[in-house]
């Protein structure tokens, strides 16, 4: 029996893929068809999949052309695989041409060609074609700008900034320059916010109220009233509402909170958070920008998310221990915030005027977490056991910082109509109640 063995996404399944398997089946005797996974797909950066490995699994099977169907998830396993399955043909698209010549020391290869007038990429982008206006004053609007042309479909319509000095020079040459937010609701149909937290709930209310889809850099406010209004005039007006906080798309985090979910480590007893930056003052000093965010602000729910993901939002007790250097302006050089859970402790360190360590540790019954300096975008971490001998290494790619992710699944969650956001409500609303409770004095010792 002659096996074949191909290997694709098979992403939105479509005739082109259907011809390129028939024609795989026709080089032998029995077809087995890999299919890429999810995590693997992001590692290579491809990062607009639309389909779930299980949808495209089910559409490869229901073809009746794979006798055999294997996962893909890390790289070298096509040898691997055409070892353990004893293959005799390996065969791909021709605009693979030469790319997988080394597998011809382990069985033959063949490049098809592949249907013309089709493709996975082009069907996607058919289905998506979003404006995507920016608001704020925060050269993270760069980034934003630049990560966007990894995501197919998206479109940057114009900026709308009251301060034009923080942003590149590609930026003054989108189609709308202009401090009117509503110039830029115009012709756009979602907004990304970074503007001042305080700013953030007029900026939301007024584009959900021209029916645009927002997504706002956390916190969406700094008054839970507020988020809720706003979440349920998203929702009776069938729009997206989502948090930006890109650390939540970086696949080591994510991968780390995965471990330490499955039990890797024991039982999560603590989960120590730092964030701290001096940069923002700085170039403030020295006259080059705008009062940064507040701390608890700025680095509050980059703190928060290990906590509230592992620890669940339930906490028993907290407390807010501040240094404010402009109580007017509740601007804080440095606040600690330490949380009590039924069988568990967490805390964060957070700063605009104080230098630390920028480190997370989760601590289990069994071992612990460490991820280094910059942890909140980092793509390595370990974890460490009582014997060093066990102790792993894990590393992963960092693309963009999350923030291309963190536009594929707004624009995901725009496309399907469901929340496809790494942070759920809960998380969400947990980040605005402990800020409130900074702004408003409760459980806050002021050094």
């Not at 293959?87 to 290869?109: N, P």
């Not at 907004?191 to 969406?220: F, N, Q």
């Amino acid at each position: 029996m002659k096996k074949v063995i191909t290997y694709g996404t098979y992403d939105l399944l479509h005739h082109g893929h259907i011809k390129l398997l028939q024609r795989a089946k026709a080089l032998g005797d029995y077809l087995i068809v890999g299919v890429t996974a999810d995590t693997f797909d992001r590692s290579r950066g491809k990062i607009n999949v639309q389909q779930s490995l299980i949808e495209r699994i089910n559409n490869v099977r229901d073809t009746g052309l794979a006798d055999e169907i294997v996962v893909e998830e890390y790289i070298g396993q096509k040898i691997d695989d055409i070892r353990r399955l004893n293959v005799d043909v390996f065969t791909v698209g021709s605009d693979w041409k030469g790319k997988f010549d080394y597998l011809k020391e382990f069985c033959e290869v063949v490049y098809l060609d592949r249907t013309e007038g089709i493709s996975s990429s082009e069907l996607r982008c058919e289905q998506r074609d979003i404006r995507i206006g920016l608001v704020g004053d925060s050269a993270i609007l760069n980034k934003f700008e630049n990560e966007s042309h990894y995501v197919n479909g998206v479109t940057i319509s114009g900026v709308c900034t009251n301060n034009g000095s923080l942003l590149a020079e590609r930026l003054h040459q989108l189609p709308c320059v202009t401090d009117q937010l509503d110039e830029l609701l115009n012709v756009s149909d979602a907004i990304y916010v970074i503007s001042k937290p305080e700013m953030h709930y007029e900026h939301i209310y007024r584009a959900l109220g021209k029916g645009k889809h927002v997504l706002c850099e956390t916190p969406i406010t700094i008054k839970v009233e507020q988020w809720c209004e706003l979440q349920q005039m998203a929702k009776d007006k069938g729009l997206v509402l989502a948090d930006g906080l890109k650390t939540a798309y970086s696949m080591a985090y994510d991968r780390l909170c995965l471990l330490a979910k499955s039990g890797a480590i024991g039982k999560v007893v603590s989960v120590d958070a730092t964030c701290t930056s001096l940069q923002d003052m700085e170039r403030m000093r020295e006259g080059n920008g705008p009062c940064p965010w507040n701390s608890i602000c700025a680095w509050g729910p980059t703190a928060l998310l290990p906590i509230f993901q592992l620890l669940g939002t339930d906490y028993i007790s907290k407390q807010i221990v501040t240094h404010l250097l402009d109580e007017e302006l509740f601007f804080d050089a440095f606040t600690k915030v330490s949380f009590v859970y039924p069988h568990a402790v967490a805390s964060l360190k957070v700063g605009q005027g104080v230098k630390s360590e920028g480190e997370l540790v989760v601590s289990g019954t069994k071992g612990y977490i460490y991820v280094p300096a910059p942890w909140w975008k980092t793509d390595y971490f370990e974890v460490r056991y009582e014997n060093p001998a066990e102790n792993k290494r894990y590393f992963y790619q960092l693309d963009g910082e999350g923030i291309r992710y963190e536009i594929l699944s707004f624009i995901k969650s725009i496309k399907s109509s469901r929340n496809e956001s790494y942070i759920d409500v809960n998380t969400s609303e947990a980040i605005i109640r402990v800020i409130q409770d900074f702004y408003e004095g409760r459980d806050v010792i002021r050094m």
